[in-house]
Nanobody, 120 residues
Framework: QVQLVESGGGLMQAGGSLRLSCAAS????????MAWHRQAPGKQRELVAE???????NYVDSVKGRFTISRDNAKNTMYLQMNSLKPEDTGVYYC??????????????WGQGTQVTVSS
């Protein structure tokens, strides 16, 4: 029905930058809130940043001032610009979207995740 595909992860040295993308496709009528979560090895998945369909944003304290979440509603795509990366930013980054489908269902969808590794 709805697919989310993340891209842009990789290996980066501390202090570097990466840009993640999440492209949504399928039976989409409207995408409401979108968010990035991450899961570090041995830890629970946590919210990193979220953005409403009107552009309101929210960040976890540890990434404020370094990460910027944005979206292009015309392309059903969300981005995460990550600057001044730290080793503690390492983890699998997942895209989450709250979608109103063309069948009038409202449901959360997850992407498959993209690995971000920051070396010291």
């Amino acid at each position: 029905q709805v697919q989310l595909v993340e891209s842009g992860g990789g290996l980066m040295q501390a202090g570097g930058s990466l840009r993640l993308s999440c492209a949504a496709s399928g039976s989409i009528f409207k995408i409401n809130t979108m968010a990035w979560h991450r899961q570090a090895p041995g830890k629970q998945r946590e919210l990193v940043a979220e953005i409403s369909n009107t552009g309101n944003t929210n960040y976890v304290d540890s990434v404020k001032g370094r990460f910027t979440i944005s979206r292009d509603n015309a392309k059903n795509t969300m981005y995460l610009q990550m600057n001044s990366l730290k080793p503690e930013d390492t983890g699998v980054y997942y895209c989450l979207a709250f979608v109103q489908t063309t069948f009038n269902f409202n449901q959360y969808y997850w992407g498959q995740g993209t690995q971000v590794t920051v070396s010291s």
